[in-house]
């Protein structure tokens, strides 16, 4: 039942009671399965560059230098990245005699190595302040003393920051780089503009901009100068407005203790609203997590270039048929011409007859270049032609949530799929008369997610809205190309920091 006092709360965070409706509704019907059709693989959804082509194509960015942005999600907390240091905190011994000692293989890899990673300086030199040290920790066994400094407010604090904001790279003693700054140097490196700016917008939260502001202001002077560049760095939060209500398993509503609706975040398909409010000719898009050395990077750097080069070849490509489509220059044979670039290059599959308004509907959309590299077992969506009715089909990137498992038709598909999704795209948000599209309007409401949550002891459903690079971005026209795999070195848990990608 909704009270006036719930409408009060409705309205600071720009929500109606349809919207809670809706809300309610989903919890109660649950969504769709995606009906996915086939796995994009090679030479059937997904295009692999020849060198020459990846030569041509960054040519073709470079040449061009269009006004670019790079769209950067890094409100996440790290503390997923700990989640076995916690529990070790919780329940493990308080000294050990030696490492061998520690039934978790990962927090004995943790403590075997801990000089390799890039925070280990820090580290040692608060526990140092606290008179304590390091190497006498560790040959003492009391490892858990040591984590406490990692993760709590005593020492470093890792377990409650933002990942952008932990130190990842230690390129030599005086040399030691966030996250954030490594996107920096990324976006100098393939975002940069004529007139040499790079900007780089990151999604955070408020509590933490303070972290990301002081890492810019030591670092910003540096590296203008270092590469002769103009930064401009901007932030924005997940507006209150796709926030999402918490039920209970029998989809009763959820209270705070003071009586008011329990919200969630929406997940990262909020973050389209902070998509649409950027205005650039090229988006780049890139998770937090996802970076590496610089001098490691130069295979990353061109194929992020070649990838904008297939977004702007494409675009241009679309653009001249939607000038002639206006113009109003038809014939049957270029109605064909089209309908054939629409089927083999943007593989949107569509049956029936053609007509100049379906087409201009189909062309005229959002663009997305996707880098998908080969699966090796990593986590994540998957690339596969979906069908959304019985006359269409087109390519998605799916999670495994939104596909029905036990579905052995489909658990086939699943298994046969060759590539994986590592968030690698560059966006065109602008039609051909150099428009903004309303993003907002190209979204599959049926794509969202629910899932099972705790909080304070008590089980509770979560809702989220479609996927940033799944539902939210479902009718937008969709080109998947291959990317080598070096580009994917996400951080998800501490540990992936020792891998030979992330040590200089």
């Not at 329940?91 to 000089?115: L, P």
């Not at 690079?469 to 070096?486: D, L, Q, R, Y």
Request: glycine share 6%.
């Amino acid at each position: 039942m909704i009270s006036k006092k719930d409408l009060q709360q409705l309205k600071s965070k720009q929500l109606s009671e349809n919207d809670i409706a809706i809300q309610l509704k989903n919890f109660k019907q649950g969504f769709p399965f995606i009906d996915i059709v086939r796995p994009a693989i090679k030479e059937d959804g997904i295009k692999v560059l020849s060198e020459q082509e990846a030569d041509a194509y960054i040519k073709l960015y470079s040449d061009l230098k269009p006004d670019s942005i790079k769209f950067v999600p890094a409100s996440g907390a790290a503390s997923r990245m700990f989640k076995f240091l916690f529990e070790f905190v919780e329940n493990g011994n308080e000294q050990y005699s030696n490492i061998d000692d520690i039934e978790n293989g990962d927090v004995k890899a943790f403590v075997r190595n801990i000089s390799k990673f890039a925070f280990y300086k820090d580290l040692k030199n608060i526990l140092s302040q606290n008179n304590l040290d390091i190497v006498d920790l560790v040959n003492k066994g009391r490892y858990k003393d040591i984590i406490k400094y990692l993760l709590s407010d005593i020492g470093l604090n890792y377990g409650q920051k933002p990942k952008g904001v932990l130190l990842f790279h230690s390129y030599n003693e005086y040399l030691i780089r966030t996250a954030f700054e490594e996107h920096l140097i990324e976006g100098i490196k393939y975002a940069q503009t004529s007139d040499q700016k790079v900007r780089i917008h990151f999604t955070i939260s408020l509590e933490h901009e303070p972290l990301f502001v002081e890492i810019l202001n030591r670092v910003q002077e540096k590296l203008e100068s270092e590469y002769q560049v103009k930064f401009e760095i901007s932030f924005s939060q997940q507006k209150p407005s796709t926030d999402m209500l918490a039920v209970d398993l029998d989809n009763n509503l959820v209270r705070t203790d003071d009586g008011k609706l329990l919200f969630r975040p929406g997940g990262h398909g909020a973050l389209i609203e902070n998509l649409n409010d950027l205005d650039a000719d090229v988006i780049f898009i890139k998770n937090i997590d996802n970076v590496i050395p610089e001098q490691l990077n130069e295979q990353g750097v061109l194929y992020k270039k070649a990838l904008a080069g297939i977004l702007i070849s494409y675009q241009q490509q679309i653009f001249n048929y939607l000038q002639i489509l206006d113009e109003g220059n038809i014939t049957p044979e270029l109605l064909n011409e089209i309908k054939d670039f629409i089927n083999g290059e943007l593989c949107y599959n569509f049956s029936g007859e053609i007509n100049p308004d379906l087409i201009k509907n189909i062309l005229n959309r959002p663009i997305r270049v996707c880098g998908m590299v080969k699966n090796e077992g990593e986590p994540g969506g998957g690339p596969f032609w979906v069908r959304h009715n019985s006359t269409t089909l087109d390519l998605q990137i799916v999670e495994s949530a939104q596909i029905d498992l036990k579905n052995k038709e489909k658990a086939e598909i699943v298994k046969k799929a060759s590539h994986f999704n590592p968030v690698d795209l560059v966006c065109s948000t602008k039609n051909y008369k150099n428009e903004k599209f309303d993003l907002l309007k190209y979204r599959d409401f049926n794509t969202g997610f629910i899932s099972q949550k705790s909080q304070n002891g008590k089980e509770l459903k979560a809702q989220e809205l479609p996927g940033l690079w799944n539902g939210a971005m479902a009718n937008w026209n969709t080109i998947f190309v291959e990317v080598p795999s070096i580009t994917f070195n996400p951080v998800k848990t501490v540990n992936d920091l020792l891998r030979n990608e992330h040590q200089v």
